[in-house]
């Protein structure tokens, strides 16, 4: 078995290697080739009596991803609140398992936090390929924290960006993303005055704050523009309004799309994989405006875990561990 580390990850791995990998699961999901766990938060019907104090949710996911990844692996992961500010340590930390499809013996157990910041963007690029207008160039991200980072090197990767407009609630923390990711990514990257500055002016705008309130109106968002929120349901967006009238929702799973049907919020909600698959249409005209919600999947997870264990193993990266 092989122990991979953050570091380990960022040896065997880049954003296009990431983004190449959750773009198969996608499409395996969608033809059905795939196999996605609902997340399972263990803690959510506890009765709160026999609990710590405790600030964080626990969960874990299994998936198994067919074709030419055929693993199946399981994660567990705690989101837990205090993290970066009373520890230093990231909001979201675990372990994610590669599992050997005919033996069933663990491939690989890998640090899950650099993962998941490596996998949530590129989930958001692949939504991004399939639902933003053709041409799109105008860059707004919400929220400047890890995930801010990571989906503009993931946007980077995808699109001839020519703008972005960055907006976070902490002064100090927006204007570190501006000079830190301006230099990284050689992007012009202005410092938006609110969220509502910088998703009018986006023909692709991300929201990825902490803790997560309804914020985007309808309004604010332009003809032709894709938001993409990452809190599963679409909790940083005033449902009522964006929902009522907004050409269309796409998301993430299964379980998820029959929540949203069944809530009656939503007309005819959509399922990124089967557009991924060539089952849906994506994007249908350049006016449309498109709302992509998704939280974590564990088909993305293992197709890209398990695309990290081949690369490390193919240029000796990581710790050999006995198990047997
Ligand atoms: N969809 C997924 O799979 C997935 C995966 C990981 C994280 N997430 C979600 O993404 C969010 C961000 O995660 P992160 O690791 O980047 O967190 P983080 O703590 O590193 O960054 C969040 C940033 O948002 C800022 N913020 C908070 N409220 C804001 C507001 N109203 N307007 C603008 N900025 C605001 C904070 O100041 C902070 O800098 C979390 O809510 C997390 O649950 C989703």
């Excluded at 398992?97 to 033996?103: K, P, R």
């Excluded at 020519?162 to 992007?187: I, P, R, W």
């Excluded at 704050?209 to 604010?220: H, L, R, S």
């Amino acid at each position: 078995m092989l122990l991979l580390s953050k570091s380990d990850l960022d040896k065997a791995v880049n954003m296009g290697d990431i983004i190449g990998a959750v773009e198969e699961a996608q499409r395996l999901l969608g033809m059905g080739h795939a196999v996605n766990s609902p997340i399972y938060s263990l803690l959510a019907e506890a009765d709160p009596a026999i609990l710590p104090e405790i600030h964080g949710n626990f969960q874990f996911f299994s998936a198994y991803v067919g074709g030419d990844v055929n693993a199946e692996g399981i994660a567990s992961s705690a989101s837990c609140v205090h993290n970066p500010t009373m520890y230093g340590l990231p909001y979201a930390v675990g372990l994610q398992l590669i599992n050997d499809m005919t033996t069933g013996m663990p491939l690989a157990v890998m640090e899950r936090s650099r993962l998941t910041e490596l996998v949530t963007p590129a989930f958001s690029a692949v939504g991004a390929k399939y639902l933003a207008r053709k041409g799109a160039e105008t860059v707004g991200i919400i929220g400047c924290g890890n995930q801010g980072r990571t989906h503009l090197q993931a946007f980077n990767e995808l699109f001839d960006i020519k703008s972005v407009k960055a907006f976070d609630v902490q002064a100090d923390v927006l204007e570190k993303y501006v000079t830190e990711m301006g230099e990284e990514t050689g992007l012009a990257i202005e410092a938006a005055e609110s969220a509502e500055e910088a998703i009018r002016a986006s023909d692709i705008a991300e929201i990825a704050i902490n803790p997560c309130k309804p914020i985007v109106k309808y309004d604010w968002i332009k003809p032709g523009a894709l938001i993409i929120a990452l809190s599963g349901f679409g909790g940083e967006l005033d449902r009522e309004d964006v929902y009522g009238k907004i050409d269309r929702v796409v998301i993430d799973s299964q379980e998820n799309l029959e929540l949203l049907k069944s809530s009656g919020q939503v007309e005819a909600p959509v399922q990124l994989a089967q557009i991924v698959a060539g089952k849906q249409s994506g994007r249908r005209d350049d006016m449309e405006k498109i709302v992509f919600v998704h939280s974590g999947m564990a088909v993305n997870h293992v197709a890209a875990g398990h695309l990290a264990y081949k690369q490390a193993q193919e240029n000796a990266i990581g710790t050999e561990f006995e198990m047997l």
